[in-house]
């Protein structure tokens, strides 16, 4: 079965980076891309942006250009989401999913359970 | 950007009866080359991920209920449920996948009356 599986809760300090694991399994890695989103505390959903597992180009939404680098390894069937100069307001669960097989326009089938990152001093 | 938003807010609904969502973006989803919308439905539950309910703006998921169905075309869309259940109490956002940033609506909580 398909499955998403991302690392626990990580807690940073201001100005810190973290960089987030997403492993797939159940179904062929580089035939999907992946989408990050995050959702703030008691917040609505916010894209990211996304990646192509194969070949691993990647385009990232406006607000988060020159903070954020995602990439992925087929050899683990792993993505990875990295944000860096966190600041409080990063503070939030990200997401990785996986978009329906085609291009990148596309709808998000399967998700990640999300993973906590807390930016605190 | 495309900005979406949605309507209500909030919504409660009895038992049995139909729930329904609108969404709105500020620039028309509808690709014309293949006559598809770019919009999804998607249901979160507390402390859970969003669940996919609806692509292309009305084709249902595998293993969603039909209750839940999805209509509209070009900046205008509905998300229906025809009829509550207990189970179906969550936050409903659409999003467009038309144009990158793929953002998402505010949000609409569905409660039971």
């Known amino acids: 079965q398909v499955q998403l599986v991302q690392s626990g809760a990580e807690v940073k300090k201001p100005g810190a980076s973290v960089k987030v694991p997403c492993k797939a399994s159940g179904y062929t890695f580089t035939s999907h891309f992946i989408h990050w989103v995050r959702q703030a505390p008691g917040q609505g959903l916010e894209w990211m942006g996304i990646i192509n597992p194969s070949g691993g180009s990647t385009s990232y939404a406006q607000k988060f250009q020159g903070r954020v680098t995602m990439t992925g390894d087929t050899s683990t069937s792993t993505v990875y989401m990295e944000l860096s100069s966190l600041r409080s307001e990063d503070t939030a669960v990200y997401y990785c999913a996986r978009g329906i097989i085609g291009d990148a326009y596309n709808s998000c089938d399967y998700w990640g359970q999300g993973t906590l990152v807390t930016v605190s001093s | 950007d495309i900005v979406v938003t949605q309507s209500p807010d909030s919504l409660a609904v009895s038992l049995g009866e139909r729930a329904t969502i609108n969404c709105k973006s500020s620039q028309s989803v509808l690709y014309n080359s293949n006559n598809k919308n770019y919009l999804a439905w998607y249901q979160q539950k507390p402390g859970q991920p969003p669940k996919l309910l609806i692509y292309?703006?009305?084709t249902r998921e595998s293993g969603v209920p039909d209750r839940f169905s999805g209509s509209g075309s070009g900046t205008d869309f509905t998300l229906t449920i025809s009829s509550l259940q207990a189970e179906d109490v969550a936050v409903y956002y659409c999003?467009?996948?038309?144009?990158?940033?793929?953002?998402f609506g505010p949000g609409t909580k569905v409660d039971i009356k």
């Open positions: 292309w703006a009305s």
């Open positions: 999003q467009q996948y038309y144009s990158t940033p793929f953002t």
